[in-house]
C-alpha cells in the first residue's frame, strides 16, 4: 500500500482551473498504477494514494477521503466490484472510474448497477484519462452511448436480481417517464431539450426529479434502469 503525489495544481493544466479532484488508483498490476500516476499528476490532478487490491483500497478510501476512485476489476483478496460497494456505501459523493480491458464485461455492468460512475478501457489516451477524471468529479457520468447500450443489453436480462427491481416507477409523472426513456437511449440534455421541445433548465429538472425519486447517482445507474424496466430495448438504440 502506497500513498502520495504532487500536489494538486502542479500540472500545465491547473491554471485558472478549479480545484483537481484528489485520486485513489486502484489495479493489482504496479506498472498500470504507477503509469495512471505519472499521467495524473502531470496534467495537475492529484493522486492521494495508490491499492494493490480491493481490500486495501476500501481501507484507504476511509482513509484519504479521495474524490474519484480508478478501480480496476479483477484483483487478489478483493474484487473491485466488491470494493465498489463498499466505498459508496460509506461514502455516496465518491465517483468511482472502472478500470477494464474488455468494453464489454459484466462486471463492469454490476459495477454501474451499483453506483460506479463509468468505466475506461486500460489502453485510454493520457488526455481522455484525465478529462474522465474530472467530468465524473462534477458528478456526472461518464458514458460512451454505443457501447453502454451494448452492454447493458447484453447483461440486463441476465442478472438474477437486477438492481432496479425495487424502483418504482409510478412515482414519475408521464413527462419524468418519457425523459428516462430517452436517457437510456443515451441523449444529453441538449439532445433531450431539442427531441422534447424544452429548455434545457428544464430538462435538467427532470433528470434531477427522476434521480431523486428512483434515488439514482447518476445517468449510468439511469441507463441501466431504463433498460431493466423495459423502457429501452436493443432495436430501440
Known sequence: MTQGGPTAGSGPEAAGAEAAPRVLVVDDQTLIRTGFRLILTARGIEVVGEAADGV??????????????????????MDGLEATRRILDRDPDCRVLILTTF?????????LAIGASGFLLKDVTPQHLAAAVRLVDTGDALLAPTITRRLVERFATEAAHPPAAHADLHTLTPRELEVLTLLGR???????????TLSEATVKSHV???????????????????YEKGLVRARDS
Do not use: C, H, T, W
Open 208 to 226: 434531477a426529479r427522476i434521480f431523486a425519486k428512483l434515488n439514482l447517482r447518476d445517468r449510468a445507474q439511469a441507463v441501466v434502469i431504463a
Open 186 to 196: 443515451g441523449l444529453s440534455n441538449a439532445e433531450l431539450a431539442a427531441e422534447l
Open 56 to 77: 486495501e483500497a476500501v481501507a484507504m478510501a476511509r482513509e484519504l477521503e479521495p474524490d474519484v476512485v480508478l478501480m480496476d476489476i479483477r484483483m487478489p483478496n
Open 103 to 111: 468494453d464489454l464485461d459484466r462486471y463492469v455492468y454490476a459495477a
